[in-house]
């Protein structure tokens, strides 16, 4: 199946501080990619959609303005946490498709904010 | 939107028995219904999906069923494995819709006991 990266694996970070979290899809083009979060023993929450070259749709209850969505070519998506707080510790995942196909899941990054 | 229920929320078998997970969904336009299998820190991987205008569908130990009427689609496993032991989650989409985005299930914890 299609590859799709995710950098970092984990990061810690003070509170405060901002997080920049990368998905790369390797092998194919991705018109949409997708970012989930997930707190432990929970399920994937659906936090926003991305098209290339266009402003992602934002789940209700997800704030916009703290998790900047930039996908700046067909294979890479950035998704930054601003002014991360602690209850913003959770694993991050993103998913990229080609067109209406599969989803193919990075493989999650966990933040911690401290 | 759409809403994606999930029962058990955990489930333990004994090597060899078989597993059901069960899923309802709320909105009838969603008519692509894929099974993900996570291991702890890891990405979701795909195992099983159905479309809507399939009843059933079988892949060695693995089958889905779905019903469109009800709303209701299940996830079986048989002669389970130690190995099968994960979180489970279900999902509803549109595919072919506006946005292809998934909704997940609220995920089981398959544990199976040798």
């Known amino acids: 199946g299609a590859v799709v990266s995710q950098h970092p694996s984990r990061v810690i970070c003070k509170s405060g501080t901002s997080v920049k979290i990368e998905c790369r899809s390797l092998d194919f083009q991705a018109t949409t990619m997708f970012w989930y979060r997930q707190f432990p023993k929970q399920s994937l929450m659906l936090m926003a959609t991305?098209?290339?070259?266009?402003?992602?749709?934002?789940e209700q209850g997800v704030e916009k303005d703290k998790f900047l969505i930039n996908h700046a070519s067909l294979t890479l998506s950035t998704l930054t946490v601003t002014s991360a707080h602690p209850e913003d510790s959770s694993f991050y995942i993103c998913?990229?498709?080609?067109?209406?196909?599969?989803?193919?899941f990075g493989p999650g990054t966990r933040l911690t904010v401290t | 939107g759409e809403n994606v229920e999930q029962h058990p929320s955990t489930l333990s078998v004994q090597e060899g028995d078989s597993a059901v997970i069960k899923c309802t969904y709320s909105d009838s336009a969603s008519n692509y219904f894929p099974w993900y299998k996570q291991e702890l820190g890891k990405r979701p991987q795909l195992i099983i999906d159905?479309?809507?205008?399939?009843g059933e569908k079988k892949d060695q130990r693995i089958a889905v069923t779905l019903n469109k009427t009800a709303k209701h689609f299940s996830l079986h496993i048989t002669e389970t494995q130690p190995e099968d032991s994960a979180v489970y989650f279900c999902?509803?989409?549109?595919?072919?819709?506006?946005?292809?985005?998934?909704?997940f299930g609220t995920g089981t914890l398959l544990a199976v006991q040798p």
């Open positions: 991305s098209n290339e070259g266009s402003k992602a749709t934002y």
């Open positions: 999902a509803a989409s549109q595919r072919g819709g506006a946005t292809n985005k998934l909704i």
């Open positions: 998913s990229a498709v080609q067109g209406l196909g599969e989803q193919y």
């Open positions: 159905i479309r809507s205008n399939v």
